[in-house]
């Protein structure tokens, strides 16, 4: 039997700038920075986690903060556009879409895409995300002391949007081998073919669209592009049920890694995309207290004996 996969867990992008990265996300998105940590492989590198008010699964928007790199060049091979669900009324779509021209975003008009009311626009390093009506899927929990109005506020993730220039690789491994099941296809104002898989109870925060894209270069990954996509698992049983499944089915990954707020199993797609499947919990409240969260920097214990070291080698966030 397939373990289960529920929905996407988060998402993690690269930044450059992790102060304009801060001021965007957190004071014009209005999303809670629920966890300031570091990346575990790298750790002169911040990780920086935004989320609805509690830090739940399924809403995290996570960057890892390299200064270093170079714009991404955008290709196939990649994860192209990151959805955030929110309240799909004409009203609250008005709101944002005057926020965002507010902030300087660059931002387009409200579009029925997929059946779905969607906002397409970029945040200032070219990220490319959307606002999409998410049909009120799932509960609401809303950052009270954010800027945005609860009733607007960004509910979580997903769809997730791939671009490969074959699907039929990428669709074998989620569907034969994560269990997903196609849904329907649908096209992009450019033409391209779409297809839709779907995990658990589907609906937005539940699907990878595979946009079929062969006429585009590859990707050169870099700032204001995607590292990876992480899917939810709900505990630890489940979790090692993955990691016999990926093995049986002789993909190769990364084994079962303790990521302290969650636990990690990654692996590639045949296209390349990166994939993790995380399991719910332990949660960012693990090291902090819930009404706290996100305002230090945050270490597992394994790291914390190197506090001192690591914080030098970071520049101070607001």
Known sequence: MTPALH???????????????????????????????????????????YADGRGSPGTDLTFFDWAAAAPERRGTHSIVRTAL???GSEAALGFWRRRLLDAGVEVGEVVDLDGRRTLPFEDPEGQRLALVDDGAQGPAHAWEEGPVPAAYQIRGLGPITLSVPDPRPTA???????????????RLASGHRVLV??????????????????DLPPVRPGAGGVHHVALRTPDDDQHRAWLE???????????????????SLYFR???????????DGPGFDVDEPFDRMGETLALPPFLEPRRADIEANLRPLP
Do not use: C, W
């Open 85 to 87: 669900r929110v309240d």
């Open 197 to 214: 898989v779907a995990m658990g109870d589907g609906g937005p925060s539940a699907e990878v669209h595979l946009a079929v894209q062969p």
């Open 245 to 263: 499944r990926l093995t049986s089915h002789r993909v190769p990954n990364s084994g079962l890694i303790d990521r302290f707020y969650f636990r």
């Open 172 to 186: 074998t491994v989620l569907v034969e081998v994560l269990g997903m099941r196609p849904e329907r296809e649908y």
């Open 269 to 279: 797609e045949p296209n390349g995309i990166l994939f993790e499947i995380a399991t």
């Open 7 to 49: 929905s996407i867990h988060h998402l993690t992008a690269v930044t450059a700038r992790a102060a304009d990265n801060l001021a965007f996300y957190r004071d014009v998105l209005g999303m809670r920075l629920v966890k300031k940590t570091v990346n575990q492989d790298d750790v002169r590198a911040y990780h920086l986690f």
